[in-house]
């Protein structure tokens, strides 16, 4: 099965700084989704990587803030930009693979908090 | 749309003892994936058990097996023998079985041990 490498496992941010999270896959993956779970909170989705073109935002996110690169069908990122405290989450990737997407993997997660 | 409910934000179970967790979903699919995915501490989401709708018989691993009601649109999980390190959030998904989307998460529901 796959294995997502995530990094960084953690970061303190001050307001109005970027911080961009990498998931790098060991293998070919179909799909890649990034995730955030705020304190408490179940996972929402904030976007679905698209492979060489613009990724899929959910209904309020927006690429400014959250821009998200995917080069190739192993890596990809997210970059959090100019930082407020409400930004402060957990932010998990995860990818699928197999026809009918039969296989799901999920980085360990980046917890960031903003001061 | 899909929706998941979780019902239960919290319970707590004696060790070795059983526990049911309760999960409904809501959808017009019929090809779809159920999910329990267990998060400890750590923040990794680990994969619990699955369950593909087409499949009449309920899934079962180790001391986690679920109750699948396709009709009733329910999913319940039960932990036998508890132990612990259930100690964790529980959270129950759907996801499409085509189309290469991502999963809708519920709220979650604590589970807590107790020695």
């Known amino acids: 099965s796959a294995v997502i490498s995530q990094k960084p496992s953690r970061d303190i941010c001050q307001r109005g700084t970027s911080l961009t999270i990498q998931c790098q896959v060991d293998s070919q993956v179909t799909m890649m989704f990034w995730y955030r779970q705020q304190p408490g909170q179940s996972l929402t989705l904030i976007a679905t990587?698209?492979?060489?073109?613009?990724?899929?935002?959910e209904s309020g996110f927006v690429i400014d803030k959250f821009p998200i690169s995917r080069p190739n069908l192993t890596f990809s990122t997210l970059t959090v930009s100019n930082m407020s405290p409400e930004d402060s989450s957990i932010y998990l990737c995860s990818a699928t693979e197999g026809a009918a997407n039969e296989k799901l993997f999920f980085g360990s997660g980046t917890q960031l908090s903003v001061l | 749309a899909q929706t998941v409910t979780q019902s239960q934000p919290e319970m707590s179970v004696q060790e070795a003892e059983t526990v049911t967790l309760s999960c409904t979903y809501d959808t017009s699919e019929n090809n779809y994936y159920l999910f329990w995915y267990k998060q400890p501490p750590s923040r990794q989401m680990i994969l619990v058990i699955r369950q593909e709708a087409y499949k009449q018989q309920n899934a079962t691993e180790n001391r986690f097996s679920v109750n699948f009601q396709k009709a009733a649109k329910s999913f319940s999980l039960k932990i036998s023998d508890s132990q612990l390190g259930d100690t964790a959030m529980y959270f129950c998904?759907?996801?499409?079985?085509?189309?290469?989307?991502?999963?809708?998460f519920g709220k979650g529901t604590r589970l807590s041990v107790i020695a």
């Open positions: 990587a698209n492979q060489g073109s613009e990724a899929t935002y």
């Open positions: 998904a759907f996801m499409k079985r085509s189309g290469n989307t991502p999963l809708v």
